[in-house]
């Protein structure tokens, strides 16, 4: 009785001195930290996992926040989305001494509530829509900044790239450079190539570019037998369509050269053929899988159709090159002439219609409380490595990227829970794990890529360097 008392006593000063002991419990080794749900933030925080498994953007935003160590902006620091945001990935990876096991991520939150974005952490949200949310507020913060260096700005005009030539005054001439970080786009920035072709003279328009954060790919429809994997995606979503009644210059300038006595003639309107490719492929890529879609009755619907995924990806038959000499005509020729399905040579198939895809960025999941196959990047399923052997030595890939994190939702379209599988920091990465908020628990890769993918986070490496054994 007396000793039972006494282990009594002592316990409880414990607890009055250092709390509850499982509040208290460090962090296994080898996991990394989880993230408390603050109310519905599973959203949030699958995200925050999935981007601290990113070293490059991590890299990108140390270099980004560098401006911010003056002594004139410390005192701001918790103003900056950047500051914020590194300060938690840095955490998360590793990189930041705690012994916690569990974070809080409120402060995200705050920021961006500063930043004037509405996000309350007890409504449902979306993690792919707080993606764009970051980035987009990244670009924002990156463009408030001044593209000049201020006169009194004098470590900034002592640097060696600004000369003396440079920052004299003169009438004519060129201002001082902008600073190389403000040039550079985040990593997960790319830009899309559209391309039309006129069917009936071959006439090719000016390629266009636009700007992605991610590539959002509808599921086309499966086939019986047949696996869907995240080529055939890929393949839906480069793939080429006829775009009907489009007024053609080159086709009214030839008719017109065929009037006599300069009679105006009507625009003439002729069928294209448009196809996209990725013109810039960025250092992270990040793949949404649109799982939105809608029954005969006009009711949303989740898409939970697994699709195959690999630790490789190979991105080079996707990526958009300048045409060469070969004419217009064999060119679409070779267009039509090819297979609509995926692992053709030039990586086309049949582009979905307007009506097929899906309406702009809407939050499409809301969060509450493999076998083989013959697409392009199917044959790189050797865990952990590259099969170099699989190429000749001059055709090793170029664009190639390895998986980093998953992100999945279970549930349907009006509540769930968001997880994450990512990679573990340091020299463990080839080893997963498995987080949802608090909880922290390693995995296999045959568990990750037997997941149900929501949002898919790769990065590039470098496999046209890697010698081949």
């Known amino acids: 009785g007396v000793l039972g008392g006494a282990a009594a006593a002592l316990a409880a000063g414990i607890y009055v001195l250092w709390g509850p002991i499982t509040g208290r419990k460090r962090r296994r080794r080898g996991l990394v930290p989880g993230l408390l749900n603050l109310g519905n933030t599973c959203f949030m925080n699958s995200l925050l996992q999935g981007l601290s498994s990113c070293p490059s953007f991590i890299r990108w935003l140390e ?19 950047s500051v914020t945001l590194l300060q938690l990935l840095r955490a998360l990876s590793c990189q930041e001494v705690t012994e916690d096991d569990v974070l809080d991520a409120s402060c995200l939150l705050e920021v961006l509530r500063m930043n004037r974005w509405q996000i ?23 463009d408030r900044q001044p593209r000049v260096t201020h006169l009194f700005d004098v470590h900034s005009l002592e640097q060696p790239e600004i000369t003396q ?28 190539t559209s391309n039309m072709v006129c069917k009936h003279c071959e006439h090719q328009s000016p390629v266009r570019f636009d700007t992605f954060d991610s590539l959002s790919l509808s599921i086309p429809a499966a086939v019986w037998g047949r696996p869907m994997t995240l080529d055939h995606c890929l393949h839906h979503f480069i793939s080429s369509e006829s775009v009907k009644d489009v007024v053609c210059d080159n086709c009214t300038k030839i008719q017109a050269e065929g009037i006599l006595n300069g009679q105006s003639i009507e625009n003439q309107r002729t069928t294209f053929v448009k196809q996209l490719k990725l013109g810039k492929l960025p250092q992270c890529l990040c793949i949404h899988l649109q799982r939105l879609s809608w029954s005969n009755q006009g009711t949303p619907l989740k898409r939970h159709e697994h699709v195959q995924f690999n630790e490789f990806l190979v991105m080079d038959i996707y990526k958009y090159r300048v045409p060469g000499p070969k004419s217009s005509q064999e060119q679409l020729s070779r267009k039509n002439s090819e297979e609509t399905t995926p692992g053709t040579k030039d990586g086309r198939a049949g582009k979905p219609s307007d009506a097929e895809k899906p309406a702009g960025t809407k939050p499409l999941f809301m969060n509450g409380a493999s076998s083989s196959s013959s697409s392009s990047s199917s044959f790189l399923m050797s865990p952990g490595t590259f099969p170099l052997a699989a190429f000749p030595e001059c055709r090793a890939p170029l664009y190639l990227y390895r998986l980093m994190a998953v992100v999945v939702h279970h549930g349907d379209m009006h509540s769930g829970h968001f997880v994450t599988f990512r990679r573990a920091p340091g020299a463990r990465g080839s080893q997963w794990l498995w987080i949802s908020d608090e909880s922290v628990r390693r995995a296999s890769l045959h568990e990750v890529l037997a997941a149900s993918a929501y949002l898919l986070f790769y ?11």
């Open 63 to 81: 270099e980004f926040t560098a401006q911010y160590r003056t002594e004139q902006e410390k005192s701001r620091e918790h103003q900056y989305l």
């Open 120 to 142: 309350s952490s007890f409504e449902e949200q979306d993690a792919h829509e707080l993606f764009h949310v970051l980035t987009s507020s990244l670009e924002d913060e990156r």
């Open 165 to 192: 030539k440079q920052i004299s005054c003169r009438t004519r001439g060129s201002l001082p450079p902008v600073s190389n970080h403000w040039k550079s786009q985040h990593p997960f920035h790319g830009r899309l």
């Open 459 to 469: 990065e590039r490496v470098h496999g046209r360097a890697q010698p081949q054994s």
